[in-house]
């Protein structure tokens, strides 16, 4: 069993930068890839990116690739999402995510936080 609780979420002018974290709970954190996905408003959640557990591989959706990097820290039990040169279009609820597996499906993610808000103004 793995909890996440995600923060860092707020408002932001549009170019800014914005730092999520995801603290999980377990003893077996490193095990787990861990994901970060998004729902904008009216819209379906998709991929943003996601980490291996060992954190030497990751892979970034198109929509944020060269903006938005992820890490983590095993020892803190803990990942990040760092957000640079944000647009209004990166307006969503953001959600972490851990898979027993190194995935982009959302299927595959079967412990999720409960999201923060994230909205870049224009």
């Known amino acids: 069993q793995v909890q996440l609780v995600e923060s860092g979420g707020g408002l932001v002018q549009a170019g800014g930068s914005l730092r999520l974290s995801c603290a999980a709970s377990?003893?077996?954190?490193?095990?787990?890839?861990m994901g970060w996905f998004r729902q904008p408003p009216g819209k379906e959640r998709e991929f943003v990116g996601v980490?291996?557990?060992?954190?030497?591989?990751?892979s970034y959706a198109d929509s944020v690739k060269g903006r938005f990097t992820i890490s983590r820290d095993n020892a803190k039990n803990t990942v990040s999402l760092q957000m640079n040169s944000l647009k209004p279009e990166d307006t969503a609820v953001y959600y972490c995510?851990?898979?027993?597996?190194?995935?982009?499906?959302?299927?595959?993610?079967?412990?999720w936080g409960q999201g923060t808000q994230v909205t870049v103004s224009s």
């Open positions: 995510a851990a898979a027993p597996r190194y995935d982009r499906s959302s299927s595959s993610y079967a412990y």
């Open positions: 377990g003893r077996t954190f490193s095990s787990y890839a």
């Open positions: 980490i291996a557990g060992g954190g030497r591989i990751t």
